[in-house]
């Protein structure tokens, strides 16, 4: 575990580049005055996993209405000009 001590400054202004620095159970202890205010790690990731294809197999149809061109006012609304 990698323990990584910055000041109340440098964690306002890089936090995001320091997170992404972390690893595992690495920690930052930010400090005011040097004197430790807070650690921060990171969360475990739950529920990350690769999604089998064809899950939803015969589950619903794509009408064949889908591919036919959309009408002219709803491209306008997509282009903003609706």
Excluded: W, Y
Excluded at 15 to 33: E, F, P, T, W, Y
Aim: aromatic share 4%.
């Amino acid at each position: 575990m990698r323990k990584t001590r910055l000041n109340m400054h440098d964690a306002k202004t890089h936090l995001s580049r320091h997170l992404a620095a972390m690893k595992g159970d690495d920690r930052l202890v930010i400090c005011n005055r040097n004197q430790p205010v807070a650690e921060v790690r990171l969360l475990p990731r739950v529920g990350e996993r690769d999604r089998p294809a064809g899950v939803a197999k015969g589950e619903f149809t794509v009408p064949r209405t889908f591919f036919e061109p959309l009408p002219e006012d709803v491209l306008k609304a997509f282009e903003g000009q609706g």
